[in-house]
């Protein structure tokens, strides 16, 4: 028989996830990723590296080609897990941000133990079922805060040379300092 594990902390609502995504990638180091599998286990993980993706002007963000069956959460009010696949083998987590029609996202590129965020949606098992997944109240995602103090380090994203100098120069990437 499964013991249920209580939250350590308090669950974060949809007003954290409801603000820019330059406000939220960065206050998200630091905070704790729980996974409840199917079996009933449940992880909890710091997040260590985020990249913040800020609407259709920024040439990096999938919503830059506009509203598509792919980036249609993007469009919904911060909150939700945006997926998608990568190599045709990587599924990509990210939390969309912001308000509705301001399309914006966090990618979870690192959390404790897995650094790449490849590497961690595997240990996860995040696949396309978690689609449009709402973070307040999912039974097998969420995220809950850590009063605990955190240093962050800013840098470039990675992997967005092809959105041109500027877009690729903005240090919207935030990690934990070790």
Request: charged fraction near 25%.
């Amino acid at each position: 028989m499964k013991i249920k594990v209580e939250a350590i902390n308090q669950k974060l609502t949809h007003s954290f996830f409801q603000r820019d995504v330059l406000e939220v990638a960065p206050d998200l180091i630091g905070k704790i990723l729980v996974r409840q599998f199917d079996n009933g286990d449940i992880s909890r993980f710091k997040i260590t590296e985020t990249e913040a993706y800020r609407g259709e002007e920024d040439l990096a963000c999938h919503a830059s080609k506009g509203r598509t069956t792919r980036t249609d959460v993007m469009y919904h009010e911060g909150g939700l897990i945006y997926v998608y696949l990568i190599y045709g083998m990587y599924w990509m987590l990210n939390f969309v941000t912001g308000l509705l029609d301001h399309p914006q996202a966090t990618l979870i590129r690192g959390i404790e133990g897995f650094d790449g965020p490849g590497k961690l949606t595997k240990a996860l098992q995040i696949n396309k079922s978690f689609y449009g997944e709402d973070l307040s109240t999912s039974k097998r995602i969420w995220v809950e805060d850590n009063p605990e103090k955190t240093v962050i380090i800013t840098g470039k994203r990675i992997g967005v040379d092809y959105a041109g100098e500027v877009w690729a120069n903005l240090l919207w990437r935030y990690t934990l300092k070790k």
